[in-house]
């Protein structure tokens, strides 16, 4: 099994910043893309940011300077630096990993039990 989990979410105003982490742990052979997502009361889970095992990245419009998300392969481990905050980033943020593991052989995405980001006006 795999098991995600996040941290640093909380209570920030608006144009102060957070530092999302989320560390991979488990039966991992290695792992593919990593990401962010968030989902704010009454709307649909929505992309923030993902990187790849390469490096490449990509940005939700909203988010795109704003928002650096970075990775840590050795430590398994995906962050999301958040600047400029404003009201309408609160939300529930969730790491998602796409992970291959030996036993069974097989990639599946794994999704963390989500950290609560508020940015007060």
């Known amino acids: 099994q795999v098991q995600l989990v996040e941290s640093g979410g909380g209570l920030v105003q608006a144009g102060g910043s957070l530092r999302l982490s989320c560390v991979a742990s488990?039966?991992?052979?290695?792992?593919?893309?990593m990401g962010w997502y968030r989902q704010a009361p009454g709307k649909q889970r929505e992309l923030v940011a993902t990187v790849r095992s390469g490096g490449n990245t990509n940005y939700a419009d909203s988010v795109k300077g704003r928002f650096t998300i970075s990775r840590d392969n050795a430590k398994n481990t995906v962050y999301l630096q958040m600047n400029s905050l404003k009201p309408e980033d609160t939300a529930v943020y969730y790491c998602?990993?796409?992970?291959?593991?030996?036993?069974?052989?097989?990639?599946?995405?794994?999704w963390g039990q989500g950290t609560q980001v508020t940015v007060s006006s």
């Open positions: 998602n990993a796409g992970v291959l593991t030996l036993s069974p052989a097989r990639t599946s995405d794994y």
């Open positions: 488990g039966r991992i052979f290695s792992i593919n893309h």
